[in-house]
């Protein structure tokens, strides 16, 4: 019975904190989530210091420039080698999917070759290179190519001249060349040339990736701003961490970009949503620590059920502060009850329903029910 009544209790106390979050307003609208598995598009968001949502989506070859060059394309067994003694040669092999593979033959039996690096690859117009997971090669690295020979103008000592030559590839380089790196996502690699929308509540900014210059960096040219106009965007996986430069928006109206972007939010997924809900948005909240409250959902952006399905940014605000003291969630807290509000976008005083989940484990600001596992309540 103790328990009955401390369940009762909480459940009470979830819908205080739910309906308390809906009836705020920040002032913000639109925004959402995005990415997905499309591999002819990549999406990056970051949020403000109010939970305000920058979404950036890429998508591939809009300009028509970016296409790579299929000279540097190398056959099957294939690699371009440079010009070292059998034993401390350098390689690499370029492919048709846009994909490469450094190599050498350190640390292998004669003409075995190991690979330790891999990534992605594009060119421009002005033979021009670019290796977007290595950091050690400059971007948009000049070269020069003939059927047999690859010249490269400031590219890492080892592979400045190179000759086309049959390889035989072995396993990954051991332990004592050099650390492997990044191997590349498995969503879309943006390249020079491809088309970006930026979206920041209402206001659009379209255009152009002007150049990658490496390190998660990408640099936008708006399509309607002056010629030199560009802005940098800094990402660290889907996350946007920095935005600078100056933004035109498709209005022609510019603004400052906000620089560093706060601590990203957690994500709390919701699956198994009655489909009677779909279209419509939520509201997250939760005590945590005492006086501080996790909080998410309308309160920061409208964020929809679709297809039985929310994921919704986490956020922490602290206890004598507001929405706009609020910072990304990203701890590994066991939460005593979470509740999830839906509401009729257009209709948001109308009768609401909520599902209470007890005990959620989250990990890294991230956690995840089924809506049969929670105590659904009608308001």
């Not at 209470?356 to 009608?378: C, I, Q």
Request: hydrophobic share 35%; net charge negative; proline share 6%.
């Amino acid at each position: 019975m103790k328990n009955v009544f401390k369940l009762i209790g909480i459940i009470a106390l979830a819908a205080v904190i739910g309906f308390s979050l809906a009836t705020c307003d920040n002032g913000t609208g639109g925004g959402g989530g995005g990415g997905g598995g499309n591999p002819t598009s990549a999406t990056y968001t970051g949020y403000d210091s109010a939970g305000k949502a920058y979404k950036l989506v890429i998508s591939k070859n809009a300009q028509g420039n970016s296409e790579r060059d299929s000279r540097l394309v190398n056959a099957d067994n294939e690699a371009w080698v440079n010009d070292q003694p059998v034993g401390h040669r350098d390689g690499i092999i370029f492919k048709a999917d846009g994909t490469f593979q450094e190599i050498d033959d350190y640390s292998h039996p004669l003409e075995i070759w190991g690979h330790y690096q891999t990534g992605s690859w594009t060119t421009s117009g002005d033979n021009r290179l670019t290796l977007l997971n290595d950091p050690r090669w400059p971007a948009a690295c000049p070269y020069t190519v003939t059927s047999t020979t690859l010249t490269f103008v400031g590219s890492p000592g080892a592979l400045t001249n190179t000759t086309k030559m049959a390889v035989t590839l072995g396993g990954p380089r051991s332990a004592a060349g050099p650390a492997a790196g990044n191997p590349g996502r498995a969503a879309y690699a943006p390249q020079s040339g491809d088309a970006y929308e930026l979206t920041y509540g209402t206001l659009i900014s379209t255009g152009f990736v002007y150049e990658i210059p490496g390190g998660g960096e990408i640099i936008l040219k708006p399509s309607n701003a002056a010629n030199t106009a560009t802005f940098t965007v800094t990402f660290s996986g889907s996350g946007i961490t920095s935005i600078t430069g100056t933004i035109t928006w498709s209005t022609g109206v510019t603004d400052p970009a906000p620089g560093n972007l706060p601590i990203p939010p957690g994500t709390f997924t919701l699956t198994g949503i009655p489909a009677q809900h779909n279209g419509k948005i939520v509201n997250f909240g939760g005590p945590l620590n005492g006086s501080d409250v996790l909080s998410g959902g309308s309160l920061f952006d409208s964020i929809l059920i679709s297809n039985g399905r929310v994921d919704i940014p986490v956020w922490v605000i602290p206890g004598n502060g507001s929405i706009y003291n609020a910072v990304g969630y990203n701890g590994n807290d066991t939460v005593e009850a979470i509740t999830i509000t839906i509401l009729d976008p257009d209709n948001p005083s109308s009768k609401t329903t909520s599902v209470l989940f007890m005990s959620v484990k989250f990990s890294n600001g991230g956690a995840s029910r089924s809506w049969n596992a929670g105590y659904v309540v009608e308001m």
